[in-house]
């Protein structure tokens, strides 16, 4: 009798320090160990791993456009070009056709271990994004890619690309040309409620390595300013870090620098809570340790892991050796893109024929009715391109950059054929 009450005691001690649903140990998540990451079983995890980039934020150069070049352009182009209703009917199909299982499958086989995803906060509100007014697809598109990478055995990181206000004050963060986010509540309000809600979600999901807050805050083109933007980045952080931690004290989050995720000096006296590691980008200068000596002292001051989120965009020997300076000095990395029009990626789209057109009008002077009327080009020629890259954009059509790939010592021979 004693024996079965304390097998009902500890059976009631079990539920009630368990929430409702299946809560995986810690030991299922990736952990911080000093400056290192621990894999579910405790061995040392260095990232290694490519970017899901332009799948949903969408960014002009990987459609070959240049005045087109944030998410807002591209749409306002696409509406000019064939109408909003048949820009809407391509942003659904493409989100469909970007990035799939295949996809995710032949990067786990060259030897990823984990995919960034850059995201929108707008797939998680109410907003005019990517073919959708309302009921937006972010859960659904991130639901589908966590299936596919434990399928796989590859970790994900999430990205908020684009915040807010915007972060950065530049095309890549679909912003109004200035980091507004840093001067207005109701911006910061909206980014803490989103990352709440997405913290919620996936609190008990093993397969998210991480939430990383924001992609490089902070453009270095406003320098009248800089010095009071640079300094409101760590209490900006803190209220995303307070916000994830209200539902989800299991996943770490990353923060990087300002200025190109370049800076780290604004984040010196920062007391984030556990657990918390950096990430830093780079593209261009030397491949060499004292390249990048600041953030390994930054790393070192601070004993948490540092991480290069995006590297990529040069000669295959600059990635090999650079590959090598980071393997060499306990830094994982992510390289970008996976996927864009023309290579200097993992595989490449192939422009469709007509593509010419769609690039031409996107490059045309449209400031007034009367210039998108002249520049408008054939409508059925037009949205035969459109519909194209959708078919040309599909892993099965993609061709595979060999010469990219083992640059960072992946493999593509033994990848899935194509």
């Known amino acids: 009798m004693k024996k079965l009450l304390y097998i009902f005691c500890l059976l009631a001690l079990t539920a009630a320090c368990t929430p409702a649903g299946h809560t995986p140990a810690p030991a299922d998540f990736v952990r911080i160990a000093g400056a290192h990451l621990l894999a579910p079983g405790g061995d040392t995890l260095r990232i290694k791993g490519t970017n899901l980039g332009n799948w949903l934020n969408p960014e002009g150069y990987m459609f070959g456009f240049g005045k087109a070049n944030s998410a807002r352009f591209i749409n306002e182009m696409f509406c000019q070009l064939a109408g909003p209703d048949y820009a809407a009917a391509f942003w659904r199909a493409f989100k469909d056709a970007y990035i799939t299982r295949d996809d995710i499958r032949f990067i786990r086989q060259t030897g990823c271990n984990t995919v960034r995803l850059p995201f929108h906060y707008k797939l998680f509100t109410d907003e005019d994004y990517m073919g959708l007014t309302a009921a937006q697809d972010g859960f659904a598109r991130i639901d589908s890619l966590v299936g596919w990478c434990r399928e796989e055995g590859l970790f994900i990181i999430l990205d908020m690309h684009d915040a807010p206000g915007g972060q950065t004050g530049d095309n890549i963060d679909d912003s109004y040309g200035y980091p507004w986010l840093f001067e207005s509540d109701a911006s910061q ?9 997405i913290a919620n979600r996936y609190k008990n999901e093993p397969v998210i390595l991480g939430y990383e807050l924001l992609n490089e805050p902070i453009a ?15 209490a900006l952080y803190k209220r995303g870090i307070d916000a994830i931690r209200e539902v989800d004290r299991r996943h770490i989050i990353l923060v990087g620098g300002a200025q190109w995720n370049g800076n780290f000096r604004p984040l010196a006296e920062a007391a984030f809570d556990d657990p918390v590691m950096y990430t830093c980008h780079r593209y261009g200068g ?11 002292l930054f790393r070192d001051s601070v004993n948490r892991p540092m991480y290069m989120g995006e590297i990529g965009h040069n000669r295959p020997e600059w ?10 000095n306990n830094i994982g990395w992510t390289f970008w893109p996976y996927k864009k029009l023309n290579g200097s990626s993992f595989v490449a789209i192939t422009p469709p024929t007509d593509w010419p057109l769609v690039v031409a009008f996107a490059e045309a002077p449209r400031a007034t009715y009367r210039e998108i009327r002249e520049a408008r080009p054939d409508q059925a020629a037009a949205r035969r391109a459109m519909n194209d890259f959708i078919v040309a954009c599909q892993w099965r059509n993609t061709v595979i950059q060999t010469a990219y790939i083992e640059a960072i010592g992946l493999h593509a021979a033994g990848a899935m054929s194509q």
């Open 189 to 197: 309000q909206c980014y803490a409620d989103v990352w709440r809600k």
């Open 220 to 234: 270095p083109y406003f320098e009248a300013q800089l010095d009071t933007l640079n300094s409101r980045l760590a």
């Open 286 to 296: 030397e491949p060499t340790p004292d390249a990048i000596r600041e953030f390994i």
């Open 319 to 328: 990635m090999s050796e650079f590959c090598r300076t980071m393997n060499d």
